[in-house]
C-alpha cells in the first residue's frame, strides 16, 4: 500500500521559511516524479513544483525564486524549502507522486501571517 506522508508545516510570519518534507512508503524502486501542489478553500488544488527521477524541476511562476525543490532517490523523499513567504502562500499543500498513477498525501497547513 502506497503512503505518502508530509510533515514541516505550521505558521510562519511573512518573510519567514519552512520546509515541507514528503516520505513515501509501500514503493519498490524509483518514483517517476514527485511534487507539491497547494490548495485553498473555494479554489482549485494547484501546482507548486515537481522534480522528476533525474531531478529536473518545474515550478509554478508565483513561486520561483522563493521556492526550491528537491529529493532523495534512495529514500523516495521530496522537500520543499519555501523562503520568503507570503500571507498569498498561506494554503493546504499537499504531496505527489507518480508511480504508474497519481498518489496524494494528506495534505500539511502552512499559515503566513502578515
Known amino acids: 500500500q502506497v503512503q505518502l506522508v508530509e510533515s514541516g508545516g505550521g505558521l510562519v510570519q511573512a518573510g519567514g521559511s519552512l520546509r515541507l518534507s514528503c516520505a513515501a512508503s509501500?514503493?519498490?524502486?524509483?518514483?517517476?516524479?514527485m511534487g507539491w501542489y497547494r490548495q485553498v478553500p473555494g479554489k482549485q488544488r494547484e501546482l507548486v513544483a515537481t522534480?522528476?527521477?533525474?531531478?529536473?524541476?518545474n515550478y509554478a511562476d508565483s513561486v520561483k525564486g522563493r521556492f526550491t525543490i528537491s529529493r532523495d532517490n534512495a529514500k523516495n523523499t521530496v522537500y520543499l524549502q519555501m523562503n520568503s513567504l507570503k500571507p498569498e502562500d498561506t494554503a493546504v499543500y499537499y504531496c505527489?507522486?507518480?508511480w504508474g498513477r497519481g498518489f496524494w498525501g494528506q495534505g500539511t497547513q502552512v499559515t503566513v501571517s502578515s
Open positions: 505527489w507522486a507518480y
Open positions: 509501500g514503493i519498490s524502486g524509483s518514483i517517476n516524479a
Open positions: 522534480i522528476t527521477s533525474g531531478l529536473t524541476t
